[in-house]
């Protein structure tokens, strides 16, 4: 069953083979996924596990935005610009 397939059974409660299965990780776990699977990127990794939802989104491409403070909710770390600092104070 090709991925496409998988998911859109899935979506529409349908049985499948398996699962469409799904890979997340920050930075340095994309690093250590590709030094383990001996691939050249991080959608290599993917192909070689039979990953079946990729996720792309678009960079920033902008300029450059000085980070002021950087703040902790629960397990997470948010930067926040300059700019809203100044705002917020």
Known sequence: ???KDRIMKTINHRNT???P???IGLKDAEE???KHFKAR???EVC???GVDILIAGPRYTG???KIAHEISLSSKIVTLPQS???FLS
């Open 1 to 3: 069953m090709k991925s």
């Open 17 to 19: 083979d398996y699962l």
């Open 21 to 23: 299965t799904f890979l």
């Open 32 to 34: 250590k996924y590709i």
């Open 41 to 43: 990127d991080y959608w």
């Open 47 to 49: 192909r070689k596990i």
């Open 63 to 65: 300029r450059n935005i």
């Open 84 to 86: 809203l600092v100044q």
